[in-house]
């Protein structure tokens, strides 16, 4: 069947109980908008694979072992003299958080064109990439416009998602590069604001989903948070309103959405269960704390059916 291959960059997200400057207890997590994608796929039952390059150092073996405890794929990934990126995520309130990046000049730019080359160079179902990659270095930039361009050549399914970084580049910067990556895409996924942001004509989500179908985009898909989410498609518009939880963590909730989403497309589901599944994902990252930890195994899709508070037995 293939196997679904994302790449990107890889960061320890580091997070505080309390304030930074005090010293607050911290704990570990693998992050990234990619690593994230292929966990979630990978926990649904898909073959994925993750690609990058990281530190030749602890933090690049604790990437590596979070990988294979979620049976992702990481056999091609490359290790660096440069340091693993870290992000840092401070609960400064119980309702206020802030990130700080520890990431420039790190592992995660060093990406080339040929690691790209080395990572689809296989029995590939499908290729999932992201805005963020290109806002890394210029050899990222030229690595993810690589695998774009090999998906052309070979009739290779990819999606992107926008996933819009204003700390890593300007939108002005953005808006030239990011509609020369989604050109062909079989889905591009976004916030309306980004939809509207990698498509020149378009003023409002629905202009920027038209023109980008017109130029030959399979579907367009806008991530709305607690409204859900919906699918610009051939076929016409479709809606579909997000599960009920109670929000504990919402970062993340974006990627799981696409895995949710991603997954169910490769299992042939029509539009409102592409929709239906990306939402469930995302309800399941909002209601847990961390990116990715929270997120379903197959056999456990059904359990926010039940009402809240239940419990199973
Ligand atoms: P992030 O960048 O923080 O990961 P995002 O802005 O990319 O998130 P959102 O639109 O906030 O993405 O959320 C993605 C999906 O997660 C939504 O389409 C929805 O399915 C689900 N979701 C988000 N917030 C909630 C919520 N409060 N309750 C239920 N589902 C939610």
Redesign the pocket.
Known sequence: AGTVVTFGEALVSVRSAGPLAIGSPLTMHAAG?EL?VAVGLARLGHAASWGGVLGDDELGEFLLRSLAAERVDASRVRRDVLPTGVMFLEARTPDVSRVFYHRKGSAGAQLTPHDVDRLLDRDLAWLHLTGITPALSERARAAVLHAAETCRRRSVPFSV?V?FRSKLWSAPEAAEVLPRLIEGAEVVI??PEELVLVAPEGKTVEAAAAELLSRGVGEVVA???????RAYTAQGVFT?P????R?VD?????????A?YLSARLDGEDADGRLRR??????F???QLG?WEGLPRRDELGLLDLGQGETHR
Request: charged letters at 10%; proline letters at 3%; a negative charge.
């Open positions: 908008a994230n998602d996933n976004g916030s991530k709305l948070g607690a409204a859900g989410a579909a997000a599960f009920p939880v929000a919402t970062v993340g909730a974006g990627d799981a959405f696409t949710g990306g939402n469930l994902l995302g309800a990252a909002v209601g990116d």
